[in-house]
C-alpha cells in the first residue's frame, strides 16, 4: 500500500522547482535547447541572447536578412516550440 506521503520523483522535483522559483530559468533552457532543434544548427549560429518574458519568446537574430526571412515564420515556429515541448509556453516571438 503506497503512503500518501511518497510521491514520484517528477512530483518531487517539480515541487523544488517551484519552490526555488526556478521555473523561468528552466523554461528558458528548454526553449534555447529546442530553438536549436527547430532551426537546425546552421541557423541558430545566428541567434545571439534568447530570452522570454512571459510567454513571448525574444530572439537576437545577428543577420538582418535572417531576422526579416523568420517574421514570416513566426506563427510555424511558435507551433513546433510549443509541440516539441509538449505544452503551450510561447505565445508571440520578437526577433531583434
Not at 503512503?3 to 519552490?19: M, P, S, W
Not at 530553438?35 to 518574458?53: F, N, P, R
Not at 511558435?78 to 515541448?85: F, G, Q, R, S, V
Request: net charge positive; glycine share 4%.
Amino acid at each position: 500500500m503506497k503512503n500518501t506521503n511518497e510521491k514520484t520523483l517528477k512530483q518531487a522535483i517539480e515541487e523544488l522547482v517551484r519552490a526555488y522559483g526556478l521555473n523561468d530559468k528552466l523554461l528558458k533552457t528548454q526553449v534555447e535547447q529546442v530553438w536549436e532543434q527547430i532551426v537546425g544548427k546552421d541557423l541558430a549560429k545566428h541567434t545571439g541572447k534568447i530570452s522570454m518574458l512571459q510567454s513571448k519568446l525574444i530572439v537576437e537574430i545577428t543577420s538582418d536578412a535572417l531576422r526579416h526571412e523568420l517574421s514570416f515564420s513566426k506563427t510555424k515556429l511558435i507551433a513546433l516550440i510549443n509541440e516539441t515541448l509538449g505544452k503551450s509556453v510561447v505565445s508571440e516571438i520578437e526577433f531583434f
